[in-house]
């Protein structure tokens, strides 16, 4: 039985314990989408096209990646589908080569970013892939020795949220109709 106060020892200092998120790598984004609609009434699912990413890292290098995502609510968790469709090394093709799809991280959202990625860096867990959306800071932290996956930590960023709440809303009660929709619905990009 584990002793409380070597647990608070070890677990990472400010995270809420309360992943939002679940993403995956596939290879066709919109096909994806279709299978998570079909399988399991998920939706809709809105496509993010236009990506700007800043102050990109991979493994502390400078470096340049492109990609779309999708996401869509599934009760309390979001579902994030990513395709990258360069071969730069990322995060991302860490885990997947072209041509393989797969479960990919968890996410957080974070009050206090520097002190919980330094809370995972003391647990010998490097950072993969760190750059900015916007004003938000983000992350992949590589977890995936230990737990085969990586966890992503987001900086607590009120538009983010509010994004994402507004892809929450559209899944309550959602009739199937436009399953597929664009940021652009949002107001984004």
Known sequence: MLDIDVLKAILPKNRANHFFQ??????????AAER??????????FVFDEITLEDLTYRGQPAEMEFAAALAQAGDLQ?????????NPSAYRDLFARGKEGFH??????????????????QGFEVATA????????CYVDTSPVMGFMIEILEKNDPF????????????GWDGSKPIRSQRDLGLG
């Open 161 to 172: 949220i509010q994004a994402f709440g507004q892809v929450a809303e559209a899944s309550k």
């Open 105 to 122: 991280h968890l996410a957080v959202f974070s009050d206090d970013y520097d002190a919980e990625i330094a809370s995972y860096r003391e």
């Open 22 to 31: 679940a993403a995956w790598i596939v290879n066709d984004l919109r096909e």
């Open 131 to 138: 750059g900015r959306a916007g004003p938000m800071r983000y």
């Open 79 to 87: 579902i994030e589908l990513i395709q990258q469709s360069c071969d």
């Open 36 to 45: 998570w609609i079909k399988t399991f009434g998920v939706g809709p699912f």
